[in-house]
């Protein structure tokens, strides 16, 4: 049994023995417990080993190795990952066999043949109805090899990702294995999380910058595809060709669905589950589906008729604890605006978390010039960029992350301003 590889390679036999390592491509191996053995080429020549001095890094493939201690094949190999010159495969046809599935909450996964992006078959992962806390991951099996590859060469995590009208927002996390002060293994959570909506009822491409993903670069510990939109029915997607890469441009995520009718069994209706209203001083939103702009409804808005403090605010539920902005670049929504309603401003708060809670109160606001809606549907469309640090003792840092949206009223009337929205979305 043979495998063509290429690049730095190392191997270990079942009970954890070192077995080779090297480059195929000159056919050179070498590892301090490899004194005596030898490697079979794909021409299926033997070939001594001779260079000392390499890493240890594990992964998916097979080879052949001679023992000449025992005048023996040894086919009891677990294969090994190219490190740092190709790209780490974790599902291809098979999870990788370094890894093993830890998820949760009744997730369910089975390879799939009719649906598939390249090979024999893809993964299909069934998320339950309601996914307050599930998710698919991919974990390091710690039983299998002693120490799984650092993330450091690798710049990207590529993956295809086939949606389903079930599918719904899913977010894309990796937790790393450290130390602590004293030297003793810990698992260390992301720093940040990209949250892709997949096309449903095609393939598609997903190329997501480390980066994006918090720039992790201690040994890998799982990936995980989480559920942030609760159905009626189980949520399902396809993935295939899931990989860490050194190359890739990125590949946008997809769009961050904040208001929309197609969610269901929402409140109010058309509201991201991950998502709750913390309007404040009195304001009033109902769905609306006399003024809409597209699908069923759209979210109608009425502030008291004294707007010096009101706002419509949808805040992050609790057990969600970070929603990444990185990789968007811009909020996109559409507007009706009435002859009651008057200036507005727009403003991302930013938490500040600690052990989950946020402390006294504290995260950075980010917030626009005000701006007054046209009578009728417009669209509006506001870089990132645009949203300033309001000047206080509380803000600093840039923005990454959503904690709370809120549309503020700027302006006092002696009537209550109203106002729709309708596909209110990060892209």
């Not at 909450?105 to 649906?115: A, G, L």
């Not at 009195?282 to 010096?308: D, M």
């Not at 605006?337 to 708060?349: E, F, P, R």
Request: aromatic fraction near 12%.
């Amino acid at each position: 049994m043979t495998s063509e590889i290429d690049g730095l390679v190392a191997w270990r036999n079942r009970n954890g023995v070192p077995v080779f390592m090297g480059e195929y491509g000159s056919i050179k191996f070498a590892s301090t417990a490899s004194r005596g053995r030898y490697a079979r080429d794909s021409t299926n020549n033997l070939k001594r080993t001779q260079i000392p001095g390499c890493t240890w890094a594990f992964g998916d493939g097979a080879f052949q190795i001679y023992d000449s201690t025992t005048n023996k094949w040894d086919e009891n190999i677990i294969a090994g990952i190219q490190l740092g010159t190709k790209d780490i495969v974790l599902y291809d046809d098979a999870m990788g066999s370094w890894l093993r599935n830890t998820s949760w909450n009744s997730v369910t996964s089975n390879p799939n043949t009719q649906f598939k992006k390249s090979g024999a078959n893809s993964l299909e992962v069934n998320l339950p109805a309601s996914v307050g806390w599930s998710g698919y991951e991919f974990s390091w099996q710690r039983s299998t090899i002693p120490a799984a590859p650092p993330l450091s060469p690798y710049s990207a995590l590529r993956f295809w990702i086939y949606g389903t009208p079930s599918t719904g927002v899913l977010q894309v996390s990796i937790h790393q294995e450290g130390n602590d002060a004293n030297g003793n293994p810990i698992i260390i959570p992301p720093t940040r999380t990209v949250n892709i909506t997949p096309t449903s009822g095609a393939w598609r491409e997903v190329v997501i910058p480390m980066t994006d993903l918090g720039s992790p670069t201690n040994n890998y510990f799982r990936l995980t595809f989480k559920g942030m939109t609760e159905s009626a029915t189980p949520h399902k997607f396809y993935l295939d060709d899931v990989r860490l890469s050194q190359t890739g441009s990125a590949t946008p995520p997809g769009k961050l669905l904040i208001y929309d009718d197609i969610y269901e069994n929402t409140s109010p209706a058309g509201l991201a589950t991950w998502l709750y209203d913390s309007s404040w001083t009195g304001v009033i939103t109902k769905p609306s589906t006399q003024v809409v702009k597209s699908g069923a409804s759209s979210l109608e808005v009425e502030f008291p008729a004294s707007v010096g403090w009101a706002g419509y605010e949808l805040g992050l539920q609790r057990k969600h604890l970070d929603v990444s902005l990185m990789p968007y670049s811009a909020l996109r929504f559409w507007i009706y605006g009435t002859s009651s309603t008057g200036a507005l401003q727009v403003a991302i708060d930013q938490a500040i978390w600690v052990n989950g809670y946020i402390p006294g109160g504290s995260f950075n606001r980010f917030i626009t010039p005000a701006f007054t809606p046209t009578l009728g549907w417009s669209e509006v469309k506001i870089p990132l960029s645009s949203f300033k640090p309001l000047p206080d003792n509380r803000t600093n840092g840039n923005l990454t992350q959503l904690f709370r949206l809120s549309f503020k009223g700027a302006t006092e009337s002696t009537v209550a301003p109203k106002f729709y929205l309708d596909q209110v979305q990060f892209e």
